[in-house]
């Protein structure tokens, strides 16, 4: 099938060491010139504890084995594991006409209409990147109801997708990760994005039962048609 002019091309990179693929995320962006093609790079993660640039050490409780790295992208700590995909968008931001919090929306975008493919009615909470689910009702199709409750803004929600990027020359990388079907006891370890007592979720907790595969070839597609400039709302 021949790629779309214009859309980014989507890479399915499997099982990727964390640091070797930041590296890499890296390495593209400082030698892209005006005409270097956006791509999104799907990939996998061993068990891993990411550090965003305004990380605060007392988020990260008890690590463990599992390896804390400090990264230059915007946000705190976050886990990657197994039976999580991981899209790692490497998009000219100024080429495509959007501005960072375009940016941000449509990759929620893309996030939400692959959990609406799946029956799970995802949600956005002002001020805290990602989609959340409400736990008591994850297929329902109701929007949060009111301001969140004072102290408690996550109260009756699980973070199912995590978002921390990082723009450069107006060209992005790292991205977002959608929990699919993992050992979520690592989160136990952290406050997740730097909230204490937030919960983690995933596809599978829900009921839904997909392959690793499955859901990052639906995230790719979706996070290129979102990022295309023949996007359309």
Known sequence: MSQPVGMPLVRMLGRSPYVQTEQA????????????????????????????????AEHVL??????????????QVTYHG?????????IDLQRL?????????????????????????????????????????????????????????FRGLGKIAALGIKVSRHCSYHGVALNVAMDLSPYERINPC??????SIDLAT????????TVAEQLGHSLAAQLSPRHTP
């Open 25 to 56: 995320m890296r390495a593209y962006n400082e030698t892209r010139g005006p005409d270097t093609p956006d791509e999104i790079w799907m990939v996998e993660h061993e068990p891993v504890y990411t550090q965003g640039v305004a990380g605060k």
């Open 62 to 75: 008890q690590p463990g084995d599992v390896p804390v790295v400090a990264t230059n992208r915007g946000g």
């Open 82 to 90: 197994p039976g999580q995909v991981v899209a790692y968008p490497l």
């Open 97 to 153: 006409g959007i501005y960072v919090k375009e940016y941000v929306f449509r990759i929620e975008q893309a996030v939400l209409r692959v959990l609406q493919a799946h029956g799970v009615t995802g949600h956005r909470v002002a001020g805290a990147p990602g989609i959340y689910v409400r736990m008591d009702d994850p297929h329902g199709h109701a929007t949060l109801a009111g301001p969140s409750p004072p102290g408690d803004p």
């Open 194 to 199: 730097g909230y204490a007592g937030l919960r």
């Open 206 to 213: 829900l009921g839904v039962h997909a392959d690793w595969r």
